[in-house]
């Protein structure tokens, strides 16, 4: 089993910025993706960023490029989310997930998932 913890979500104004962090603990893992997904009130769980941990690649959904940011710190099993530029649209609950193998856009193809955290951006 993999636990996912969240934290950093909150109330904030556009144009402002938030840092997301899931700390993941559990078992050993020897080649994965870990990736934030989003779901607002009404709408299905979205891809919004991911990072494979073996080559350190990422990849964003478009309408976050440019303004999000993903990273890991390998020591603390952690991946960040910082997300600048904020518009009301990326309200939602974010998720932390983690699957094996290689990157997926796919919410079902992840294994498993953190608790989420509340974004709230307002106009």
């Known amino acids: 089993q993999v636990q996912l913890v969240e934290s950093g979500g909150g109330l904030v104004q556009a144009g402002g910025s938030l840092r997301l962090s899931c700390a993941a603990s559990?078992?050993?893992?020897?080649?994965?993706?870990m990736g934030w997904f989003r779901q607002a009130p009404g709408k299905e769980r979205e891809f919004v960023a991911g990072?494979?941990?073996?080559?350190?690649?990422?990849y964003y959904t478009d309408s976050v490029k440019g303004r999000f940011t993903i990273s890991r710190d390998n020591a603390k099993i952690t991946i960040y989310l910082q997300m600048n530029s904020l518009k009301p649209e990326d309200t939602a609950v974010y998720y932390c997930?983690?699957?094996?193998?290689?990157?997926?856009?796919?919410?079902?193809?992840?294994?498993?998932w953190g608790q989420g955290t509340q974004v709230t951006v307002s106009s």
């Open positions: 990072i494979s941990w073996n080559d350190r690649r990422t």
């Open positions: 997930a983690v699957r094996d193998y290689s990157f997926s856009s796919y919410p079902t193809d992840y294994n498993y």
């Open positions: 559990g078992r050993t893992l020897s080649s994965y993706h």
